[in-house]
């Protein structure tokens, strides 16, 4: 099954995006994943959940939140 995962994470340098595309890239059952640098926005699709990007984000010391509360709480 295909999820779309959306999340807000603060990208503000190339050091940052390299290193949360690296982590993305471990997770199983990605098809694709991709960021939006204006947006700070990281997409993901595939065999995942929000709570596994989120987890692995997290790992790397970044901070992420689920697109959608971002929309509802701005």
């Known amino acids: 099954m295909t999820n779309l995962v959306e999340l807000k994470v603060n990208l503000h340098c190339e050091e ?3 290193k949360i595309l690296k982590a993305i890239k471990k997770l199983q059952d990605i098809e694709t994943y991709n960021v939006d640098i204006q947006l700070n926005k990281v997409i993901v699709t595939g065999n995942v959940t929000t709570e596994e990007v989120i987890k692995v984000i ?3 010391g970044k901070t992420a939140t689920n697109w959608e509360e971002v929309a509802t709480n701005s």
């Open 58 to 60: 997290h790992k790397i």
């Open 16 to 18: 940052c995006i390299k």
